[in-house]
């Protein structure tokens, strides 16, 4: 029996926010350190050289704060949702601002001054734009029963990965 849209969308987005969750700790316990994370329909996956039991900690810690009501771990300023936000309203801004009107180059030109202060204004309001989004659409800060099932770090090169898995329950 296939599994309905609505509930893998539903755990992808709790998996997203409980990734969220666990970069905020990591971000508290090892300041200085850069990482990216990737929410997977089966957990999520953290790059950057951090230690395995670091990260199981995190994730266990930023599991129990979630599950206490502690929502606001579930939204991260350097969410890709906020640079997609940011890229979409400038660049809808640059284009709305630079269609043509059939004069010429130094039309186009002209208008320069004005798409760099719309594609600005349209990058500072994407930022505001897509914190909203996570709040409303990316992420899902009910975890409900979800539990940290284990976690599979990886070597490529000189690239640290940790495979996080989650299940219900």
Known sequence: MPIPILLLVHRLRQHHALEHATIHVLSQRYPNLRMVGRSTLDGFVLYGDLPT?????AAQHALKR???GQRNLAIHPACGTNFVAAGA???LGAFTVLTPR???WREWLSRLPMVV??????TILGQRVGLLLQA????D????SLRIAGIVREQRGALVVHRVRVREG
């Open 53 to 57: 039991e670091g990260v199981l900690l």
């Open 66 to 68: 979630l599950q206490a």
């Open 141 to 144: 800060p009910d975890v409900g």
């Open 102 to 104: 059939r004069r010429g």
């Open 117 to 122: 202060l719309v594609a600005t204004l349209g």
């Open 136 to 139: 409303l659409v990316t992420t």
């Open 89 to 91: 309203l400038a660049g």
